[in-house]
DNA sequence: CCTACCGATCGGTAGG
DNA sequence: CCTACCGATCGGTAGG
């Protein structure tokens, strides 16, 4: 009974409702969420604008749905928990290529949809969507205490938001030099470069 | 004559322009440009919708002044001018001190009028501020090189755009925090240790 | 610079 | 899930 089984694992709508996440994501990115209208989303999910309220209350639960799907959040944790080594240094290395990648595929998806909650809700649902993902953070975060022996003195929230700031200050740079005239040039492993100055700022110097 | 030389440094209709852009600017700042009317930016400024077209050509015409008037530049550009300092790290550590007065004035102004620019225009309106703004970056740029014989051998532009990502990575990361539950621990000089990172990762070691 | 208006479109709903 | 509609508001303009 094939059918009786697709309708447990994929109940009646349930279809629907993923091809308007999926159209409004890409609407959102477009333009906003207040250039963004429900009519264009339907249209883009290839039903008529009641038919939305059947899986959304409102426009701006679509978008905390959109949000809670799309978050650099399930991107960046399956590269925390894959990335191994003994070092600090080989740990980070090794993280830095496994987001690479992800970087590369999902380039223009990581910020935009952050950015929108900024300017267009004033960061309203922040705090519950921290709540719900820094727990996932704190064994990466741990890693840099438990080799605190291979780091200079520093304090180590300072050296945790370095790390983080550098990923950050590097997506946001790609982004812009992206849409600038100049760009970026591409025989140069931009990202390598951050994190080498990443990594001599913050190890111990060989003895 | 003041009342000719007042016509003559200050037109007519100026002060409406500017209560205009101002206006519009914290408009912009807390909804959006797609989120912010016409009559929200007229009533602000204390007249008719139809008032503004005498001053701007259409609404985007509102946002390119308001963006060329309130980016990150016309706060950057003077501290990099001010700063001194015989060894690149004096002048950075003196550049990291004007700019830090700088954003505890400006704090959630330096960010989000880009946000808006990336978010709702995807950009469309960097390659000109861009070509206009570049330019005055050229000599900071250039003090990299100067100073190349205290750097350890990294290429020039991983270094320049390692600092640049230091700062924009310390700003959008400050404005998370600032939204988050958790927040950012008052008595950590967090901008001080950036940069401490990114020194130690540029210079070359004491020898 | 305001009044009064234009057509278009908005988010959302009733009723089937 | 669609049709047809609601009141509200949008960007923009004519005419004074």
């Keep these: ?8 694992t994929r109940p ?10 999926e159209a409004a994501h890409a609407q959102f990115l477009a333009q906003g969420y207040h250039g963004t209208s429900m009519r264009h989303i339907a249209q883009a ?28 959040y399930h991107v960046i944790v399956p590269a925390l928990e894959a990335a191994q080594g003994e070092r600090l240094e080989d740990f980070l290395l090794q993280l830095m290529r ?7 595929d999902q380039r223009d998806q990581l910020l935009p949809l952050i ?14 969507l921290a709540a719900r993902i820094l727990p996932a953070f704190e ?17 180590l929230p300072v050296v945790q938001r370095a790390f983080v700031g550098m990923l950050v200050g590097h997506l946001v740079t790609d982004f812009i030099l992206q849409k600038s005239p100049i760009g970026a040039d591409p025989s140069i492993d931009w990202l390598a470069g951050a994190l080498d100055v ?6 111990k110097d060989p003895a």
Excluded: C, W
């Design 1 to 8: 009974m094939p059918t009786i089984t697709d309708r447990v």
């Design 12 to 21: 009646r709508g349930e279809d629907t409702r993923r091809r308007l996440i």
């Design 45 to 72: 999910a290839g039903l008529a604008v009641g038919g939305i309220y059947n899986h959304f209350a409102n426009k701006e639960d679509v978008f905390v749905e959109v949000l809670d799907e799309y978050h650099p």
């Design 98 to 104: 496994l987001i690479r990648t992800a970087i590369q």
């Design 115 to 128: 950015f929108i909650e900024m300017v267009e809700f004033r960061g309203r649902h922040i705090p519950a």
């Design 139 to 155: 064994p990466f975060l741990a890693r840099f205490s438990e080799h605190q022996a291979e780091l200079r003195p520093l304090a």
């Design 198 to 203: 990443f990594l001599h700022g913050i190890l």
